[in-house]
T-cell receptor, first 114, second 109 residues
Framework: KAGVTQTPRYLIKTRGQQVTLSCSPI?????VSWYQQTPGQGLQFLFE???????NKGNFPGRFSGRQFSNSRSEMNVSTLELGDSALYLC?????????????FGPGTRLTVT | DQQVKQNSPSLSVQEGRISILNCDYT??????FLWYKKYPAEGPTFLIS?????DKNEDGRFTVFLNKSAKHLSLHIVPSQPGDSAVYFC????????FGAGTRLTVKP
């Protein structure tokens, strides 16, 4: 069974631009969560999607948004990029919502904002 | 809102010795706890877990201890091997997990 895939793996953008990251969950998994990893802050929860609905949201500004499609694939969008948005963005999938103790992570997308 | 804290950003131990990684949480409602291991350029991978009804769980060289009264858990790796060098994240929650900032473990040959 294929694991969680994320595209692209690396991305360089400039301040003020917007970016879209993509995540394909493990086949059969319907819940997708997004995390931001920065040095010293660890993994910070962005949001979780289940059945195309945002189920849970972390403490991030409205510039961060996401969506989920009917095939459970998810996209995350960040608008008006800031230097502080440089981070590793991780996606994780699980079979159902509220089961993040059984989630599987993708390799992440490394975003650099210059 | 740091509900899960790993106060040591790094730890260095000699091969063959014990590695002890610590984690504290603030919410007494948390009932499930996990440790993840992360290598560079890879996503975190599940290592070991413990539920609040237990105080110890072992899996080979890895043991997780839970002290509910102190809201503290620890991961023991014995004996430590160079391949254990990675960033270790603890996570705690009740359904939705919250992660600590991670501890970078370096095992020296």
């Amino acid at each position: 069974k294929a694991g969680v895939t994320q595209t692209p793996r690396y991305l360089i953008k400039t301040r003020g631009q917007q970016v879209t990251l993509s995540c394909s969950p493990i086949s059969g998994h319907r819940s997708v969560s997004w995390y931001q990893q920065t040095p010293g802050q660890g993994l910070q929860f962005l949001f979780e999607y289940f059945s195309e609905t945002q189920r849970n949201k972390g403490n991030f500004p409205g510039r961060f948004s996401g969506r989920q499609f009917s095939n459970s694939r998810s996209e995350m969008n960040v608008s008006t990029l800031e230097l502080g948005d440089s981070a590793l963005y991780l996606c994780a999938s699980s079979l159902a919502a509220g089961q993040s103790y059984e989630q599987y992570f993708g390799p992440g997308t490394r975003l650099t904002v210059t | 809102d740091q509900q899960v804290k790993q106060n040591s950003p790094s730890l260095s131990v000699q091969e063959g010795r014990i590695s002890i990684l610590n984690c504290d949480y603030t919410n007494s409602m948390f009932d499930y706890f996990l440790w993840y291991k992360k290598y560079p350029a890879e996503g975190p991978t599940f290592l070991i877990s413990i539920s609040s009804i237990k105080d110890k769980n072992e899996d080979g060289r890895f043991t997780v201890f839970l002290n509910k009264s102190a809201k503290h858990l620890s991961l023991h790796i014995v004996p430590s091997q160079p391949g254990d060098s990675a960033v270790y994240f603890c996570a705690a929650g009740r359904g939705d997990m919250r992660f600590g900032a991670g501890t970078r473990l370096t095992v020296k040959p």
